[in-house]
């Protein structure tokens, strides 16, 4: 199952409009997606669950997508996301390729 | 499409909760509100009430999930939906759940183009939607 983690840059994590449009994103997609951060997850397309998850800003957070178009999910995420998070493996932050995208192809 | 009427018994508080309701969900979602009374006082309308569902679907909202503040509003809300006919009322739902964190969860819900179901569960979420987190 595809997967990939950031570190959140937001000063204020993951909350009220980020987070609403994260579950805008991941619901145009049939597969499922999950938000994991420290020992807990949350179904990415629940504005409750992503909310409760409660993600605060330097946290590193792993998504991961299950279905037929999970890596366009992913893709999709990680460009929405785009600077206010740096992709990490890890738990590393990685420096994007030059001009390239921090998204993964 | 769903929409929402807030309803408050207070204007200012009505309006407040639809701008940052907007910002967190988008403006796609028709999001309307009958805070007050008709005077200007604190309390609630069933006129008021009335002309927000009637905004909601002029909006686009094909269904309407109303969210209150007091318990108390329930009283002009019963009168605003009787003069709504069968058709349009079975297309109107009403949410107990807490105002503020039950209208993002359903702005964002409505957002993603859910059921009338699908919203008024998400709203219904905010009755356990932790704040604080334990240390």
């Known amino acids: ?105 | 499409m769903v929409g929402l009427v807030l309803v408050s018994h207070s204007a200012r508080i009505a309006e407040g909760l639809r701008d940052m309701v907007g910002q967190v969900a988008g403006g796609d979602t028709p999001v309307t509100i009958a805070g007050g009374t008709e005077d200007g006082r604190l309390g609630t309308s069933a006129p008021l009430i009335s002309s927000a569902i009637r905004a909601a679907r002029e909006a686009g909202a094909d269904d309407v999930l109303i969210l209150l503040d007091l318990g108390s509003a329930i009283l002009s809300l019963e009168v605003a939906l009787e003069e709504l006919d069968p058709a349009e009322r079975s297309r109107v739902r009403i949410s107990d759940a807490p105002l503020v964190e039950g209208a993002v969860l359903a702005a964002v819900q409505a957002s993603i183009g859910a059921s009338l179901d699908e919203v008024a569960e998400a709203a219904a979420g905010a009755a356990t939607m932790t704040k604080v987190q334990a240390a």
């Open chain 1, 1 to 105: 199952m595809p997967e990939v983690s950031f570190v959140v840059l937001d000063p204020s994590g993951l909350h009220g409009r980020p987070a609403a449009r994260f579950v805008q994103v991941a619901s145009r997609f049939e597969s499922a997606v999950m938000l994991r951060t420290g020992e807990r997850s949350a179904n990415a397309k629940s504005m409750l669950a992503l909310l409760s998850l409660a993600v605060k800003p330097r946290s590193e957070i792993t998504i991961t997508a299950d279905g037929g178009d999970a890596d366009e999910a992913l893709a999709a995420l990680a460009a929405e996301l785009g600077e206010t998070v740096v992709p990490t493996e890890g738990g590393i932050p990685v420096v994007p390729a030059e001009g390239g995208s921090p998204t993964p192809p």
